[in-house]
């Protein structure tokens, strides 16, 4: 019942910025954390960022950190990823995620839906 749809993918070069934006619907998902997480050909699903509930505390891999952004609008129902500075080990599926907990959660264990992903590809 509830969905997921990630948007903003595409080919871009490193340096460059892309924004992705997951729109939800189903139902409001303002009780829940929500995250981003990445997988990129023969590695496994990681944690990229997280938000919690209300927007108010956010959490980020060490390898995103002061590159990439995690928002989210609740009146929307939905939650963005601003991502600047792209570098080619960025280059991934992206994916939305909403988790059975309020707070910031950084495992995949948590997280009870996804979106189909998003693909992002950076060129040097």
């Known amino acids: 019942q509830v969905q997921l749809v990630e948007s903003g993918g595409g080919l871009v070069q490193a340096g460059g910025s892309l924004r992705l934006s997951c729109a939800a619907s189903?139902?409001?998902?303002?009780?829940?954390?929500m995250g981003w997480f990445r997988q990129a050909p023969g590695k496994e699903r990681e944690f990229v960022a997280a938000?919690?509930?209300?927007?108010?505390?956010?959490d980020y891999t060490d390898s995103v950190k002061g590159r990439f952004t995690v928002s989210r609008d609740n009146a929307k129902n939905t939650v963005s990823l601003q991502m600047n500075s792209l570098k080619p080990e960025d280059t991934a599926v992206y994916y939305c995620?909403?988790?059975?907990?309020?707070?910031?959660?950084?495992?995949?264990?948590?997280?009870?839906?996804w979106g189909q992903g998003t693909q992002v590809t950076v060129f040097s």
């Open positions: 189903g139902r409001t998902l303002s009780n829940n954390g």
């Open positions: 995620a909403a988790a059975r907990v309020v707070y910031v959660a950084t495992k995949v264990a948590l997280y009870d839906y």
């Open positions: 938000i919690n509930w209300s927007g108010g505390s956010t």
